[in-house]
């Protein structure tokens, strides 16, 4: 069998049933490097696990060179119960790292997966979504702390337009697995509670490039010859309570002041335009329209000096032009090294 499948066993629930982690293991021509792929951390994320499943259908273990751990559901419990979390347990998985042998069922499986699989690991990819009705376009997320600054270029390696750099939180995966030695990174890839082909042949196409940037795979990854590092990060809130009929897109630049949505009153009528502080990309475009004042409907990034990335080199890359560096110069926004 080229695929290996099994359990991690994490404790037992009211009933008596048990809590576990199912993984796969599928080996290559060689064993090293070891690649772990996990999603749905976040038990309502299910792209990345759509990603894992098809990834597994299509690579032939004949030409994958080192070894695949995979879990496409990590968090079983809250997967169960569509939620970002277990509502039982009530702690978010992904804030509970390195976990605790003897903790509530959620440390349990966050002690298990990290001892178990992640500190086996050469490198993971974690994948994610935004929340419910909270749609990102496809970057990394790389995280970091006043004791903890990864190299980007694991995440480079995903062949993204967008990269995000940004003050993590303690407990996150990416954080606590990078502490340790093993780089994860963080792939955010659509909205959670959706399956969608956009995002998931997204993320299809990261892992690829990814493992060809480091000879998992055979051919060239294809990447930007300019990546976009970003570090600014706003949420536009409502100011009003009613419907949100944005006029923006995920993935559009814009200039200061250009519209961004309408929330439109259903009992009066009113109507309450919003605009862009800033020259910014759109990032994340709320979904769901129904909102409150003060509910986020877009998250931005903000271009400041030194955004653009100096070109990766010592690989052999395809390089493809970027759609958002090409929307940044059309719309006269300066980008620099
Ligand atoms: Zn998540």
Not at 34 to 61: C, Q, S, Y
Not at 67 to 83: C, D, E, M, Q, W
Not at 90 to 96: F, Q, S, Y
Not at 138 to 156: G, N, Q, T, W
Request: glycine share 10%.
């Amino acid at each position: 069998m080229d695929i290996e499948r099994g359990a991690i066993y994490c404790g037992e629930l009211e009933d008596g049933a048990p809590v576990t982690i199912p993984y796969f293991i599928m080996r290559g021509t060689r064993k090293k490097p070891v690649l772990l792929l996990n999603a749905a951390l976040h038990g309502e994320e299910l792209n990345g696990i759509e990603v894992i499943m098809r990834l597994t259908e299509k690579i032939d273990p004949d030409h994958l060179h080192g070894t695949i751990v995979g879990v496409p559901v990590v968090n079983t419990l809250a997967f169960r119960a569509r939620s970002r979390i277990d509502p039982i347990d009530g702690k978010d998985l992904n804030r509970v790292f390195p976990g605790k042998k003897d903790g509530t069922v959620t440390e349990r499986v966050a002690y298990h997966f990290f001892h178990h699989l992640v500190k086996k690991a050469t490198f993971g990819i974690d994948l994610h979504t935004g929340m419910k009705g909270h749609l990102l376009i496809p970057h990394p997320r790389v995280r970091v702390r006043k004791d903890f600054s990864p190299s980007i270029e694991y995440a480079r390696a995903l062949g993204t337009e967008i990269i995000f750099y940004h003050e993590g939180a303690q407990g996150m995966l990416t954080i606590e697995a990078g502490k340790m030695g093993v780089p994860v990174v963080c792939f955010e890839i659509g909205e959670a509670g959706r399956l969608d082909e956009y995002f998931i042949d997204a993320g299809i196409r990261g892992i690829t490039n990814f493992m060809k940037y480091f000879g998992m795979l055979e051919g060239k990854p294809e990447i930007p010859d300019k990546q976009i590092l970003l570090k600014d990060y706003k949420e536009l809130v409502s100011r009003a309570g009613g419907l949100f009929y944005p006029k923006v897109s995920a993935g559009d630049v814009v200039k200061k002041n250009h519209l961004i949505g309408v929330i439109k009153s259903p009992i009066t009528g009113e109507k309450h335009p919003l605009r862009a502080p800033q020259d910014c990309l759109i990032i994340g475009i709320r979904s769901q329209p129904v909102v409150r004042v003060g509910t986020s409907v877009a998250w931005l990034m903000t271009f400041e000096e030194g955004n653009l990335l100096p070109p990766l080199k010592n690989r052999k890359l395809r390089k493809k032009s970027s759609k958002t560096v090409s929307m940044t110069e059309e719309k006269g926004i300066k980008l620099t090294e």
